[in-house]
């Protein structure tokens, strides 16, 4: 079955992209990161928690590393969806600028040891606070299915967006 688990806090502190702080408040940050869980019994998603105080100021892009991966553990016939919660879409209109984050099953094994990062867009008129600890994204885990002649052979190497040929 699979699972979600950190990634290693240098590979976060490498990604976060936060200059300039103290590296025990980074490690602090890191160590309350929470893992992905269903809100409900009933819901199809995980969300994601922010790793971080942000104020998304207006108009503006960013990327979020979450410190989290997905490990399929061998289901190769799933694939990890990361989309928006819907009351930053509705409120605020945030969105993800590939409008769906794909995670492959072997994401886990790339050089970046898997790490979700999750680009982010505010295209609203106001800057919107994403909090420490609350909710922004939700995976949703899917199994599908390769269509006969259209397998590949080939083995992951790099991270995000490394498959675009």
Request: with cysteine.
């Amino acid at each position: 079955m699979s699972h979600f688990e950190k990634v290693s806090f240098e590979q976060w502190k490498k990604d976060c992209g936060i200059k300039g702080l103290p590296e025990a408040e980074l490690r602090k940050w890191y160590e309350d990161i929470k893992l992905p869980r269903q809100a409900t019994a009933g819901s199809a998603g995980c969300d994601f928690f922010m790793p971080y105080n942000l104020n998304f100021e207006a108009g503006s892009k960013f990327k979020i590393a979450t410190g989290i991966r997905w490990v399929a553990d061998g289901a190769n016939d799933r694939v990890l969806l990361i989309v928006p919660r819907s009351g930053l879409g509705f409120k605020y209109g945030i969105r993800l600028p590939n409008t769906v984050g794909v995670i492959d099953a072997d994401y886990a094994e790339a050089e970046n040891e898997g790490h979700i990062l999750v680009a982010f867009e505010n295209p609203s008129s106001e800057d919107v606070q994403l909090p420490q600890g609350k909710p922004f994204v939700q995976g949703i885990i899917v199994k599908y299915e390769v269509p006969e002649g259209a397998e590949s052979e080939d083995a992951r190497i790099g991270g995000f967006g490394s498959t675009d040929g």
